[in-house]
């Protein structure tokens, strides 16, 4: 069985407020983004490798792979204006199309572990997708645009999903294909699949593995980064 690996950080992090992308700041010392795949690649050895880049800041990112000791078995794709887009131009690549199965995980989420990729790889045998997720701890409640409540949600039938998210190469290829046909777009990967009747698993995910969205989140990656240290 045949797996790959797509890492997306080819987003520009808006929201994170800093000139950098966030896959490209300093998280003690190093890039986030080798952070990252530090931890991927030494759960287990993936047969081919995507790395989606930032459109306009290529010199900054191959610069950042070039001083990193990486094995040569990794290619780089344009990232597109959208998370989705990304995805959709790293599945296009051959590499990844002779692949059986592809994980795919985002690169501002630098604490994953092996035992993770392990359950995902356990079950993705018996579903079309699989994908981590925890338990939502606050009460959540659904808003109309003036901001007024409309609803309070049943939290015990909610959850909080991460990356990795893995599937069969074969089926996110056709849920894709179809996704791009369509004009849809979609958040994450496992939307495109449930989107076409595919059928996604759900397993219990790590509360450690938080993606680095805030400068509030970096400061806590280096308590982390601290304390398992």
């Not at 030494?42 to 047969?47: C, D, E, V």
């Not at 509030?216 to 280096?222: G, V």
């Amino acid at each position: 069985m045949k797996i790959g690996l797509i890492i997306t950080a080819g987003g520009i992090g808006k929201r994170f407020g800093y000139e950098l992308p966030k896959q490209f700041v300093l998280l003690k010392g190093k890039p986030l983004l080798l952070h990252t795949m530090g931890n991927l690649l030494k759960t287990r050895s993936f047969n081919n490798i995507i790395i989606t880049y930032p459109k306009g800041w290529e010199k900054t990112f191959f610069e950042i792979i070039e001083k990193s000791p990486f094995p040569k078995n990794i290619e780089f794709v344009e990232g597109g204006k959208e998370r989705f887009l990304s995805v959709w131009n790293a599945l296009q690549h051959p590499l990844i199309k002779s692949t059986d199965i592809v994980l795919i995980h985002d690169a501002v989420r630098p604490f994953v572990t092996s035992a993770l990729i392990e359950r995902l790889l356990t079950q993705i045998l018996n579903f079309d997708g699989v994908i981590p997720a925890i338990k939502v701890k606050d009460t959540l409640k659904e808003l109309d645009e003036a901001g007024l409540v409309l609803q309070t949600l049943n939290r015990n039938k909610i959850v909080a999903v991460q990356t990795p998210q893995a599937f069969k190469t074969r089926i996110l290829l056709d849920a894709y294909h179809k996704a791009i046909h369509n004009g849809v777009v979609f958040t994450d990967d496992a939307g495109v699949a449930e989107y076409f009747g595919f059928k996604i698993k759900i397993i219990e995910g790590d509360e450690i593995n938080i993606k680095i969205t805030t400068p509030l989140d970096l400061a806590f990656a280096e308590f982390l980064l601290e304390k398992l240290l």
